[in-house]
């Protein structure tokens, strides 16, 4: 089937003269999770991680992923004719430099501009033109030889009403105009889904697992336009914002108004597509940099708090169900990585408020939780005894907020290596968990926190130590994060909601993680500056099955002891007497 697609393909470049065809796994706004309609890499190579390039030659075709997907995507693109190019490894080049390497003078590199970041494609303008390759990005070549394509998604949106909110999309758009007129600028052009969300206090169903609608907008010092699929709004919504003076045109049209902008146009080159950034004429002079939502949608307001708190107790009753119908039921009745996966979305939905989970659910049994992006599927979905390490990593969409946690779940006994590893990850958790620092600190300075208990013996994770997380939207939000390689990360500020996952990895063997989502909140202000400080919100124990007390000190002991009594106290009352006793146990000090 993937051969015959390719060849398939392979004619359609023929007829535009295409020697080249690249396909990434994005959608017209870049987002990091995409709907059905944009699988085009997974259909035309048979892949399915989340992440993946292919490009496909005359006579070639070529698919780039990185470490988490290696083992998977040998098996998928087994007989496909496709070769696996593992990302980051030595001597791969990257899809760039194999462009350069073997595309010939007067050769053409094609794509569809609308799914490219537009700053890869002015890398590839800037590269391919001195070697006088050319560009061809105006075909969706995928389109013409996928059968039954799914239809691009316009699911019907709802209001996020001001007890959620916080603040009125009124409030918002004239903050963002005074910004403009602040800074001289007649336009902000916004594609980030999650951006145009916050802004017009609106959500959607387009994207699995992030309630966003696919939707552009231009704000001007005194207008705004947003551009949608009509057929999305019911009437309410659409008077609603047409009494807010915006303005509603069709989803497309933004591809033809971008070339009739006069004046300073800002935007974020990082969230705009190739072909939007191309649409831009001489008459509109171009500033680039972070849009202007992102700040304000990443410093939760005081009521998103106040949600996002309840949020964690709903979501922490859950979690804590879940723990205990687990090691109550595992080696008693028939339990798999995805059937238990499936109980605890089923917990979650006992909540009225729960709407979706806020990405799938990692669920990985002994060696499967060494893989840090594992997703079971019927062909490796793992049988679960009670022996090893399960580790969970799943989160929840509620009105009142969005949710993200993993807790490591020891079944069985366990040796004392794997215990000391299970503390040391603990201990790093605790240590950044607890940290007071100086106004102005980049995640980046605190990161060590996380990973020293490793680095002292010699181990350490190949993922971020944290991201920061959306109200009711991306699970995964900037600008923050928190990781020693990301100088550049913003500084975290009060009302940024941030996790703490450190992590390790012994391939073949167990993998453990211990995430919660952290509030930077105020700590103090004295003679040495301004000092802040995290407040957990994700409320479930730890096992304490996992952990020996001897690897660690007094101070870790009491912030884990002292966490462990609120869960009881914030949990137990809308827990049944068995599931409370359970967690009072799973609680006691150490």
Sequence with gaps: MIKSRLNLLRLEMEKEKIDAYYIPTFDYHLSEMVGSYFQERQYMSGFTGSNGDLLVL???????????????????????????????????????????????????????????????????????????????????????????????????????????????????????????????????????????????????????????????????????????????????????????????????????????????????LNKLNYALYSNFTKNAILYNGINFTTLPKAKKNQVEIENIRKAHIKDGVAICKFIYWLKKNVGKIELSEISVAEKLEEFRRLDDHFIEPSFETIAGFKEHGAIVHYSATPKTDKRISNESLLLVDSGGQYYEGTTDITRTIVLGQIDETCKRDFTNVLRGYLNLASAKFRQGCRGSSLDVLARQPLWQNYQDFNHGTGHGVGYLLNCHEGPQGIHYGRITGHPLEIGMITSNEPGLYISAKYGIRHESLLLTKFGMKNEFGTFLEFEVLTLAPFDLDGINPNLMNEFEKETLNAYHNRVYKEISPYLTKEEAEFLNEATKPI
């Design 58 to 268: 005359k006579d070639k075709a070529y698919l780039w992923t990185d470490g988490r997907y290696f083992l998977q995507a040998e098996s998928e693109l087994e007989n496909s004719t496709i070769t696996l190019m593992k990302m980051g490894e030595e001597g791969v080049p990257t899809v760039l430099e194999y462009i350069l390497s073997n595309l010939k003078e007067n050769d053409t590199l094609g794509f569809d501009g609308k799914v490219i970041p537009a700053g890869l494609g002015l890398q590839f303008k800037e590269n391919l033109m001195r070697l006088n390759i050319n560009i061809n990005s105006g075909f969706d070549l995928v389109d013409r030889i996928w059968q039954n394509r799914p239809e691009l998604s316009h699911e019907k949106v709802f209001e996020l009403g001001i007890e959620y909110a916080g603040q009125s999309r009124k409030d918002k758009l004239e903050n963002l105009q005074a910004i403009l007129k602040e800074k001289k600028l007649d336009f902000t052009l916004i594609s980030s889904l999650d951006d145009i969300m916050w802004l017009y206090n609106l959500r959607g169903n387009d994207v699995a697992c992030t309630p966003v609608c696919l939707s552009y907008t231009i704000v001007s010092q005194n207008a705004a336009y947003l551009y949608l699929n009509e057929d999305a709004l019911s009437e309410d919504i659409k008077n609603n914002l047409i009494n807010d003076n915006i303005t509603i045109y069709p989803y497309f049209k933004i591809y033809e108004d971008i070339k009739a902008l006069k004046g300073k146009v800002y935007f974020d």
